[in-house]
């Protein structure tokens, strides 16, 4: 591996001026909070790509349509997944419980539409110990930083090839060294097969997407980057509507089923929201949830869909022959290696030797509440008085995840002006577009779209980028 | 003509949103005053383009490689253009006579570059008695907005086509009726041809073009949009130093007077500052004009090609003849038919003749000082007093322009989130890129570049974008 670049401080202050002007002229942004909409502020990112060995990025894209895969099948075998969804209801009442009614709510109604589409992304860490990358968790619902991570690899890139990184001029990276992640572009193309499948099935009309967004939307650059890739690709418009307005906006035919939005017919709905219990927070998000679900736009993630990004269905599949009878292909060297250890604390033998090990190895662990959005996880040492502080009947609530340790790499962070030097941790996410018959399991576009490293401060535990405790990175690959 | 479009508060809202966001999205920003530098603004725009006559705009094209060469001829007759300019110090000593004086000084050191490349750009306001175009002034020096020019065309046509202009969702313009002003691209290939010129004839290396801006310049973005299409399109890249700084930045060789900019040799001095007496407030940055001028590279533009762009000449173009002495090709109808009455107050008979139009129909004229960016416009009936009001020996340091009477459009223009509804007057640039021998007259690359539409309210007299005052438009033709 090659060392870090080094620069003068003149060097690099002149690095972060460019890096400033290259990203804010090409969408590179995101908003502050309390924002003017008027005003966005540059995204934080890190100054250089980050190193990553290049047979652990290439297995990470050579799974992914494994995955895809897998999920889809899981989905489609709907009555195990829905007994333990049932199961997990008891923990998390108010998030996948609604979640779970909405569910079965829909499907008294009907649910016209058994095609489905998946925007997905499995994120990983790796490991410094077997220098492997491992599941952090498979995201089913809203994954973001697709549009922007394209954007800051070409930012990597232009530094790099425009002599910044180096006094002399010269670049550092070799280009092919610098992937540039295609995701903006693959989650359009993702949604772009479910557009064209419904458009052949169900209408002679030019259709839309239906954006389902957060109020206030600080990360809004990111969507927009995959709007615009699909308007500008496939010349097809999307539109946009805040979760709990929803119901009050859209028109659905009540013979048909077809969703309609300002006069037009919705193909895809696609959520960047729904995702966390706090967005549920009136009974019109729900109503709204249900309204979408029973029409026959393509939903993006439908409710079964999204229920199956579960924790614990991750914890059922670190058992490998629960991966082989879902998708025997997936159960191979590569997808599996990727498993960390995970465990449920309940009645169960295997709860049982957890139970043991949360206490006597503690520092090993993670503790995860099962409850979406909810809780806070609970690391290493202080899982024992964590768990001696609430009953045990609600242990069960938690799973026991084996710690991965991840490397820390020399990095700078550029945040509102300022450059953090404290090394950062980084997580590779990889995109995955699926469009798929949820009764048949009939797969109709499988395919990797991309990838994100985010990185954060070695010091910090968790956080996504917009909460603000990390930032934008892409990769050296070597 | 169409009518205007007519859009509910409702959807006017939206369009404002979806505006903002694509703006930002895309690099059309600006810089607010005092601002970071990692918080851009959405530069000032117009919600919808602005209609302008095909007939008018396809003539303003015509004739711009003809401005070209009649500025290229005016240059290279350098003794006529010397004369004219040594009158014109008396005016202005402080900087027509400075810029004056440091050529002089130039050529008594040696100028060893004779190819001198133009990026021009010729302004024009709609006459609405003749409802033809009538000529403000033609740039030679920094001209700007070239870069944002082609975002906010793409923006507006992609507003249409993505039927935010009507209620239904439909395009309410024909997209041939948006042209998108390829002024980015434009300007970025007449550096490329002098890049490429200066290689062929002087050096084996790669080189850089050296763009000289002002300190903590507002407008980066517009400049940036020209840099990066440069790199992007022909893999040149560009540097960035300030007026003042640049004497101790860069290195000249004694012998060959190659430049030097931090270990790159510069082909193309490109200013983009240098244009008003407010800049040379230190004598370093007179210092560095002087050096940089007697360079081998290629500047853009020359002192020469600099002074040419003093309202005397323009005055002086106003003679048939004296346009077709210069560039014969240029003494067409179409060219000549953009000029306005343009009177010297000096005392040559038509200078008699103009003091007399002065106080008998002062309603007809704008007073202009010949010196440049040190004064005011005076219009109409305010001109007769402020003669007065200065000594009679002084009234040859003016011109007497003509009146254009501009259209008044219906326009909405959005600035930092606030709509102005008061009408807007709109100013045509063209631009045009001329590289050339001084010497010889011999044109190596003469090209239009693309447009400009900026508009302002109604009721604002004069002011640039920058300044607060005006905002990037586009054009609807008909």
Known sequence: MKNFPTLSEKNQSNLIHELTQYSLANGLIIYPPDFKEYQPNLAPVTLFPTPYPSKEFEKSILIATQFNSLYGSIVSEKKWLMEIIKDLSVFDSDFTGKLYSTHLEAEKQGIPQPVSLGLFRSDYMLDNISNEIKQVEFNTVSVSFGGLSTKVGQLHSFLNNYGLYT?????????????????????????????????????DAKTIVLFVIQPNERNAFDQRAVEYSLYQRYGIPSKRV???EATSKVKVDPTTKKLYFDGSEVSVVYYRSAYGPQEYDCQEAWDCRLVLETTLAIKCPSLVVQLSGAKKIQQLLTDSATVSRFSPDAANEDLLSTFVKIYPLDDSESGAYAKKLAFEQPHLFVLKPQREGGGNNVYKEDIPSFLKSIPEAEWAGFILMELINPSINKNLILRNGEIIDEGVISELGVFGTLLFNEETGEVLHNAAAGHLLRSKTASSNEGGVAAGFGCVDSLYIH
């Open 242 to 244: 805040t979760l709990p």
């Open 167 to 203: 006094s002399s001029g010269a670049p550092y990276y070799k280009s092919d060294d610098l992937p540039v992640s295609d995701s903006a572009n693959g989650l359009a193309d993702g949604l772009h097969q479910a557009v064209t499948y419904y458009e052949s099935k169900h209408t």
